[in-house]
């Protein structure tokens, strides 16, 4: 398996220098800056090595912290770093405009990405759950990981979880319990002093260097797996929560797991969040759902050569050529786009 990873790595490097070498990525940049796109980075983890060997999450939502050193240097030289706010049509940009945002809310993007963003001035939002806040193993898929990766392969234990976030909560609390009922003491007892999401007073700090923060729901629940009347709750106590936090007005939202729908967005629309976003491959357009806003998920392996460092034809194949891609086949990019597609109060009906 390793084998095959390391194959198809040597190949995606290989192809996107061809494509950088044959002019293809400057174009698919260019036909990007002519309509006007925005590319939003999603990141979840910023680990340094230590931290990376003792993590419980996935590989496909960890980049080491050199890697992501690298990536935001280049990405300073050769893209325009913009904010949500910035999602307005007008003339096209000299430079295809990058939004740099963070999911969560994990310690990591405390202590390692923060100083890395503050040291380039790069403008960057930051999605958390106040009820999550400050906890050590918050996210049932690192519960889930360390209960399975020592007696399933890594892409077993993928399988696993992507079946588990089609449970509802409760079922999937049972079968975490079911699990840990079989592990051995050392694997149901595990250290998570790596995987914790960071506190209140970070936070703040962030926030007075200038990093903006949205919302990601109360409690992460994916909000096609609960009722109407849950995901409502959800949003109503993120925003409060965030809003007395910070004192100032929580207008940006992120799916968890990217999971939406006509209804979930009503929701979305209904608790005045102006900008939503997704995990959809795409680049952002002003004829798109500014509730449905297309993502491009940043890791390790999309960024990196065979050397593991930081390769920018294999990051603009990942992310720039993708997402060109996806917009072209305009099946990552929802409409109506306009928000008269909402109808106001139409959630609130349904409850």
């Not at 192809?15 to 174009?27: K, Q, T, V």
């Not at 002519?34 to 979840?44: D, G, K, P, R, Y």
């Not at 997402?323 to 139409?346: I, M, T, V």
Request: glycine content about 6%; proline content about 5%.
């Amino acid at each position: 398996m390793r084998a095959l990873k390391e194959v198809r790595g040597l190949l995606r490097f290989f192809w996107a220098h061809a494509l950088s070498m044959s002019g293809c990525l400057w174009w698919a940049k260019r036909q990007l800056r002519e309509q006007n796109a925005v590319i939003v980075l999603m990141f979840h983890r910023v680990l340094d090595a230590a931290a990376q060997a003792h993590t419980h999450s996935q590989a496909a939502i960890v980049v080491r912290a050199e890697t992501f050193c690298k990536l935001v240097e280049y990405a300073m030289r050769e893209f325009k770093p913009a904010r949500l706010e910035d999602l307005r049509g007008g003339r096209a940009a000299e430079k295809l405009p990058l939004i740099f945002t963070f999911d969560d809310g994990w310690r990591d993007t405390y202590t390692v990405a923060f100083p890395i963003v503050c040291r380039l001035q790069v403008p960057c939002i930051v999605f958390v759950c106040p009820g999550l806040v400050g906890q050590e193993a918050p996210f049932w898929p690192e519960r889930a990981v360390a209960l399975l990766a020592d007696t399933q392969t890594a892409a077993q234990v993928d399988d696993a979880i992507e079946r588990m976030k089609r449970m509802r909560s409760l079922e999937r609390e049972h079968y975490l319990a079911e699990l840990a009922g079989r592990a051995a003491p050392e694997t149901s007892h595990p250290s998570w002093a790596v995987d914790s999401t960071m506190s209140w007073r970070q936070i703040g700090e962030m926030h007075q260097a200038g990093v903006l923060f949205g919302s990601h729901t109360f409690t992460h629940q994916i909000l096609t797996t609960v009722t109407a009347e849950t995901a409502a709750e959800e949003l109503r106590e993120s925003r409060a929560a965030l809003e007395k936090s910070l004192a100032r007005p929580c207008t940006a939202f992120a799916y968890p797991n990217g999971n939406s729908s006509a209804e979930i967005r009503q929701i979305v629309a209904d608790s005045d969040f102006r900008f939503a976003l997704t995990t959809e491959k795409g680049a952002w357009t002003p004829d798109c759902d500014p509730l449905a806003i297309p993502r491009m998920n940043v890791c390790e392996e999309n960024v990196v050569g065979p050397g593991g460092r930081f390769s920018p034809a294999v990051f603009e194949y990942a992310i720039v050529w993708k997402a060109w891609r996806a917009l072209r086949s305009k099946k990552d990019c929802p409409r109506p786009a306009a928000a008269e597609a909402y109808q106001p109060g139409a959630a609130g009906r349904a409850l």
